[in-house]
């Protein structure tokens, strides 16, 4: 027999039987295109996934910082530093900071005695705290040295009984500040109490912050914190010399860790279901397989005994399998291309052609070789039946 009546011949026999393959197709397909939209969609969903985990522990967060001994603390950080440190891949941010422990604040007759922290615009997205009304300082703040305020979740508490203090005026030390933004989110006690100024605007006001003695760096991948600590100290270490001991530089590894755990559950539980599916619609093509060979045991008497060998036999059933599995993997392909193109967006991840071409290979590959595997026991059971029997068979 020709191999292309072979085709047209298994493909009639699987469009007959179709309403039997229903079920089949359905969790093959439907495990193909998980298979293509995770493996396509994977590494941004990941890093999606991870920067929003992360947020709750500042995982990717890295702290330079001098250390509180005077005998090696006669130095501070740098505007070059920053600079500098700026120009190491995957940094994300780098915030320089000045601080006072404790400062007077005044609004109207109220007064309190928060911290106060010079900061420039990169500081938010170091610190998991966010904006809760107003705006954050800006750039232009930074560099106009602007008398603006925003403050933290006790402050506002302290000095304006929780009513909205955006638009007020407060006294910080001496000084009139406007204040343009009030924090939410998830605080650490220091930011809830904490009013920030520009970091111009406190070295300028304020002499005892003329020096940067702590450096944030925020990493863009949990994977790059590591060399990114390392980098840091290096740049840090040479400019500074004869202060190296003086110098350090914090990360967080159980963090990541955490954070890398949580992700690698989510994506193992992914899997596992998807792979419990495919294995499902493997153990389906089987039985629907037998039972075919059940249903046609009078066909496959009849084509031994007109002299149809047990090879062409196996390749029959073999080839209908693979048709199965070929034609519910094309609806995965096209199910799960569709999916991609509908998350990528309002996921807000790219997706990499070369990545989609290649999970589209292998999706198809894959349920080629499970429609083989799974029909190989069906398909050498019915080569091997009996001619006669065969025919007997009711």
């Known amino acids: 027999m020709k191999f ?36 396509t969609m994977g590494d941004s969903v990941e890093k ?46 780098v915030a320089p900071i000045v601080s006072l422990h404790k400062i007077d604040v005044y609004h109207q007759t109220t007064h309190w005695g928060p911290a106060l922290f010079g900061v420039n615009h990169d500081y ?25 305020v925003v403050l933290g979740q006790d402050v506002v508490k302290y000095l304006f009984k929780n009513t909205d203090p955006v ?7 001496n000084s009139g500040f406007t204040v343009i933004g009030t924090l939410g989110g998830i605080q650490h006690t220091d930011i809830r109490r904490g009013v920030f100024i520009p970091i111009t605007t406190a070295q300028n ?3 005892e912050l003329t020096a940067i003695n702590d450096i944030y760096i925020r990493a863009d ?15 840090l270490s040479k400019a ?51 039972a075919a060979v059940q249903d046609r045991t009078r066909e496959i008497g009849l084509r031994k ?44 991840v790219d997706v990499s052609n070369l990545m989609m071409f290649s999970s589209v290979f292998v999706g198809l590959l894959f349920t080629m070789c499970l429609g083989i595997i799974s029909g190989l026991y069906p398909s050498i059971r019915a080569s091997r039946l009996d001619s006669v029997t065969a025919m007997r068979f009711e």
């Open 221 to 235: 991948d949990w994977n790059e914190v590591e060399r990114v600590r390392e980098q840091a100290l290096d740049i």
């Open 48 to 93: 999606k996934m991870g920067e929003h985990l992360e947020l709750l522990g500042e995982a990717t967060v890295i702290k330079a910082e001098y250390k509180n001994d005077s005998s090696i603390h006669p130095h501070e950080f740098t505007p070059n530093d920053i600079t500098n440190l700026k120009k190491i891949p995957n940094v994300m941010a």
């Open 124 to 148: 938010w997205i170091t610190q998991t705290c966010r904006l809760h009304n107003g705006r954050l300082i800006s750039p232009s703040d930074v560099v106009g040295r602007r008398n603006v």
């Open 167 to 173: 638009g007020q005026v407060i006294r910080v030390g």
């Open 305 to 348: 005994a007109l002299g149809a060998r047990e090879e062409l036999i196996l390749l029959q059933f073999l080839t209908e399998s693979g048709l199965i599995s070929l034609f519910a993997g094309t609806v995965g392909v096209a199910t799960g291309i569709l999916a991609v193109q509908m998350l990528k967006d309002p996921l807000g």
């Open 205 to 207: 006001f304020f002499h």
């Open 240 to 290: 500074h010399k004869g202060y190296e001991s003086g110098i350090r530089v914090i990360h967080f590894p159980k963090r990541i860790e955490k954070v890398k755990s949580t992700v690698y559950l989510v994506k193992l539980f992914i899997w596992a279901a998807l792979g419990v599916t495919v294995v499902l619609g493997g153990l389906g093509i089987t039985n629907v397989m037998l």
């Open 4 to 39: 292309d009546d072979m085709m047209a011949m298994c493909w009639r026999l699987v469009l007959r039987n179709r309403r039997r393959y229903k079920a089949v197709i359905a969790g093959i397909a439907f495990g193909t295109a998980g298979f293509i939209l995770i493996q």
